[in-house]
């Protein structure tokens, strides 16, 4: 059984292909499809390759955490998995609000020191 296909049908499949171009144009246009173009699809922290297939898992990070700040040379992005994305805000945030000052004060400092009389062992023997 073959399908007929209607002038009307293929005047919604010119729409459909022409919009999916138009889509694409604007993609590339905006700073994710930029950085897409400018880098290798590899994750700048943990090394992940990507593939046209997961893609969608990588993203563009702005260095200086300012996304309106995209010069064209990329200079201020870096593509990132959604694992090592979400990492890098996550110690941003905590930075910005004093949790991890907060953290190392409270942590106890080392103060014994296991070779102090190293020195003055090796001199008694001799």
Known sequence: ???KTTPADKHKLNQIVTEARRNQELRE?????QAL????????????EFTHKNLNELTVHHKNHNHDDNPSDGSNWELLC?????NEHSRYE???FGKAQAIKAATPVATHNP????KTLIDSKK
């Open 1 to 3: 059984m073959s399908l």
């Open 29 to 33: 246009q905006s700073y994710r499809g």
């Open 37 to 48: 173009k400018l880098y290798p699809w590899v994750c700048g922290r943990c090394a992940r």
């Open 82 to 86: 959604l694992y090592c994305h979400d």
């Open 94 to 96: 905590e930075t910005r």
């Open 115 to 118: 070779f102090a009389n190293l």
